[in-house]
């Protein structure tokens, strides 16, 4: 008899075992998605806040925009400089023209 107690006894501690097991697969599933909600919404954060930048392809290209029209406006301030017409505005250009004041 006391065999088949020993038995009894093994058996429902290893069918608390197996309760407590569950259990706590139920509480880690629990945590693990909480968890991800949690990832999940601070990936949307970033996605947002990245948002509210300018991309690095973007940000060359204009530059290069820019840099290009520096380069031409440099250009023909030279020329303009050459001409003798610089500073002077529309009307220096106008007396360079008819020669006037020279």
């Known amino acids: ?9 093994r058996i429902a501690v290893l069918q608390e075992q197996i309760t407590g ?6 509480l880690q ?3 693990n ?5 949690e990832l999940n919404h601070a990936h949307q954060a970033q996605i947002d806040r990245n948002a509210q930048y300018v991309s ?9 925009e820019i840099d290009k029209w520096r380069r031409e ?3 023909w301030r030279w020329i303009s400089i050459g001409a003798g017409i610089a ?7 106008v007396f360079k023209v008819l020669g006037v004041g020279n």
């Open 1 to 9: 008899m006391d065999d088949n107690l020993t038995s009894h006894v």
């Open 21 to 26: 097991l569950k259990d706590a697969i139920v």
């Open 29 to 31: 599933a629990k945590e």
């Open 33 to 37: 998605e909480r968890r991800l909600q």
């Open 56 to 64: 690095r392809e973007a940000f060359e290209l204009r530059t290069r």
């Open 73 to 75: 406006v440099d250009m």
């Open 87 to 93: 500073g002077g505005g529309a009307a220096a250009a």
